[in-house]
Nanobody, 119 residues
């Protein structure tokens, strides 16, 4: 089994910054991609950013230029640095990892961490 442990959520004022991290542990042969998703109240879960094993990245248009995703392959950890935060960034942020156990590719979700942007 693979588990994800997220950390870093909290309350931040508009214009502020916040960093999230997500560490994967367990029976991991390799990690193909790591990503962050978010779900705001009353809305569907949406992709925020994703990074591949080759460090290619993709961002939602709404966060381009403000958020940066990165990963530490040695630690199986993905980070999301969020700057110039807006009230509309308020959501539960979930980490998702696409990994191989040596036989097949599987995906696992984190438990979610709440990010609230408010003055």
């Amino acid at each position: 089994q693979v588990q994800l442990v997220e950390s870093g959520g909290g309350l931040v004022q508009p214009g502020g910054s916040l960093g999230l991290s997500c560490a994967a542990s367990g029976s991991i042969f390799s990690i193909a991609a790591m990503g962050w998703y978010r779900q705001a109240p009353g809305k569907q879960r949406e992709l925020v950013a994703v990074i591949t094993s080759g460090r290619s990245t993709n961002y939602a248009d709404s966060v381009k230029g403000r958020f940066t995703i990165s990963r530490d392959n040695a630690k199986n950890t993905v980070y999301l640095q969020m700057n110039t935060l807006k009230p509309e960034d308020t959501a539960i942020y979930y980490c998702k990892v696409l990994y191989s156990d040596g036989l097949r590719y599987l995906e696992v979700w984190g438990q979610g961490t709440l990010v609230t942007i408010s003055s």
